[in-house]
């Protein structure tokens, strides 16, 4: 058999454990600004090149997705306000100044003249102005799910962001079709030089509103509270300061010393706030059982770093902004929320958290986790 231009029979297994059957109707959510970006190709190539490179990749990818049609989603230049909506830091300023592809800007403009309403090769181009392409993919999949039609539906992205969303998922490196379901999991990864959480579901969602993502400068939660990080990770001298105020003696049983008493208080007051880092952040969250234990647990982290009172930021603009903890947690869930249906608030999903109903709008059961 020849797939792809390659003769398969040298393979000692059959065709259908590497190219899944395809599945009438259903419909590849692709990520088109990644594709693009590695079709451009290198910049003393012809563009006819980057244009052959697109077609063959996008034949495989819906292919190896199972998939009958093909949703390409393009992010237009307004990226759903999230440049006015950042506050704390500029929204994806890190990627300023990086050099791209020569081709890049001509290959995304051919895409959205090539493909237009599934006329050609059953794939048609999606250019959102007023959001960025991971909120399309969101919504075609939010909409399959909700019409009762979940396996018509299949996103493919290399953008961890999306793993949040129920529903299927193609992995863009190994072709693996997963059905996410809800609120999943976070794990720690140990496997690189560095720690990281990964997971699948709101789980990550969550766990990203306190680490934040540098790939898109999105800074998260600075630092847990001393309440928080006192519960959480207690250092002896903490511990002991925290007992010594507590029942007014020495490690012996004496009465302390006025001067015992105010270096306690100092030892207490001037205690280091944990960073938001990957280890502190999945050991605060790792037993939560739902979304609305993680809501908690966020509100609770959010409110021992900034107070329960308002305050006053100056945001990296250089203008003054009177603002509350509430405040500060949903600036960092609009940045990171990939919208179900187009402008949608986070809030709203807060609101169903409070419910205890999924992202796909199913109600879940769950106990309460411990809040430290």
Known sequence: MIVNGIDTTVLDIPIGCII???????????????????????????????????????????EMAGAEYCNIHLTGADKGGRFEVALVKPYQANRDGK??????????????????GYGTDKASACYHNNQEADDGM???????IQAGARHLSII????KDLGMCSGLHCDWNTFEIQDINGFGEIRLDASGSTKK?????????????????TADNIPGLPSFGRSISAALWPTSAFTEAQ???????????????????????????????KQCGPVAVYDYLKDCTGDFDALM??????????????FTLECHRGNLHELTSGHMLLEQAKLLWMRRVEAECPSVFFKQATQRIQWD??????????IH
């Open 361 to 370: 709008g199913q109600p879940l059961g769950g106990k309460l986790a411990t």
């Open 243 to 273: 007992r010594l105020l507590k029942e007014r003696t020495t490690k012996s049983g004496k009465p302390c010393t006025s001067l015992q008493v105010a270096k306690a208080q100092e030892t207490l007051d001037t205690a280091k706030a």
């Open 138 to 144: 969101t919504q075609r999949q939010f909409d399959a």
């Open 156 to 159: 493919m992205s290399g953008d």
């Open 20 to 62: 899944p059957a395809m599945i009438p109707n259903r419909v590849l959510q692709l990520d088109g600004d990644m594709l693009a970006y590695e079709c451009s190709g290198d910049d003393d190539q012809p563009f006819a090149y980057c244009k052959e490179n697109w077609k063959t990749a996008l034949k495989i990818r819906m």
């Open 197 to 213: 959480v990964k997971g699948k579901g709101t789980s990550f969602f969550w766990a990203q509103l306190l680490m934040g993502d």
């Open 297 to 310: 647990l966020c509100i609770k982290a959010y409110q021992s770093h900034y107070g329960t009172s308002p």
């Open 99 to 116: 050099i791209k592809p020569k081709h890049l800007p001509a290959l995304r403009e051919w895409v959205q003249q090539y493909y237009g």
